[in-house]
């Protein structure tokens, strides 16, 4: 079976596609066999990223690592059950076509709440979800008082991943390993990011995830999307001389793979 990794979070821009694309690289890139779905169909940022790889490789004549990138099957409603969901049926389709050829299924959802994301969280054996340092962004996790210092109760997305909880354990599936990421965290606002850590600290024992650190802002993540390339390309590319800039977001993605701790990976890069 592959273990199924799954991006989430209902809020738009917390950096959810560019860790799908460089966790599915990055496991690529140890020698794993990793399948991908993208559940933005209108967007499709993830399946994007995976095309301009394609694109920019073939252009260059160069050959790396890169992950099976597949869309949602287009579905006959002719073929489905009385009172199945046409994006549930697309969904385990993908799924299913996947699976037998993959370690590692990575799923990127959309930011907003939608049925397939919805289906996705309950199928995911790791779930990530990355979280801008804002209360604003916290606020789907949590609703906080006016000092963002005592949580009052979960919100929307946590009730979304309890749900999700409930229904793998109602079917005796593995429970979910959820892993929120700070990500996208600037160098100034200090006051904030205490505030941010103590209540994400205090949820997180509260409603059951890990805390770890994703990355920090940094202009790199933008310029790498048309060319395909995750920051582990960049030497097989012709980077000669990486700047500090590059280093340190490349240890940031090496502490955010061990941080997922999957079952069977070893960091080597
Ligand atoms: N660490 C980062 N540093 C700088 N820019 C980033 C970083 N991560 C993501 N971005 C940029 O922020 C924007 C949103 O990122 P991304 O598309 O990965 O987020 P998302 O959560 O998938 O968004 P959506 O909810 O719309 O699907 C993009 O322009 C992306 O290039
Ligand atoms: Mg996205």
């Excluded at 549930?88 to 930011?111: K, M, N, Q």
């Excluded at 996705?120 to 008082?145: C, E, G, K, Q, R």
């Amino acid at each position: 079976m592959a273990h199924i990794i799954v991006v989430g979070n209902e809020k738009g821009g917390a950096g959810k596609s560019t860790v799908s694309m460089h966790v599915a690289t990055a496991l690529v890139r140890m020698g794993h066999k990793v399948g991908v779905l993208d559940l933005d169909l209108r967007q499709k940022t993830f399946g994007r990223y995976v095309a301009n790889r394609r694109s920019f490789l073939s252009d260059q004549g160069i050959d790396l690592p890169s992950p099976d990138y597949r869309e949602l099957p287009e579905i006959d409603q002719n073929n489905l059950r009385e009172g199945e969901n046409v994006y549930d049926h697309r969904l385990s389709a993908a799924v299913a076509t996947l699976e037998p050829d993959s370690d590692f299924i990575v799923i990127d959802c959309p930011g907003s709440h939608t049925r397939l994301s919805q289906v996705a969280h309950s199928l995911a054996d790791t779930l990530v979800t990355p979280l801008n340092d804002s209360f604003v962004d916290f606020d789907l996790l949590a609703h906080t008082d006016t000092d963002g210092v005592k949580i009052k109760g979960p919100s929307v997305y946590s009730e979304m991943v309890w749900n999700a909880r409930q229904l793998r354990s109602q079917a005796k599936l593995r429970p979910i390993d959820w892993i929120v990421l700070r990500n996208r965290m600037g160098a100034q606002n200090m006051v904030n990011k205490q505030k941010m850590e103590a209540a994400i600290g205090q949820l997180a024992k509260r409603i059951g995830f890990r805390v770890a650190p994703g990355f920090n802002e940094r202009v790199i993540f933008r310029e790498l999307f048309p060319r395909g390339l995750t920051l582990l390309d960049l030497k097989d590319v012709g980077v000669k001389q990486m700047n500090i800039s590059n280093v340190a977001a490349r240890q940031e993605l090496r502490d955010l793979m061990k941080s997922l701790n999957l079952p069977d990976v070893t960091i080597d890069f």
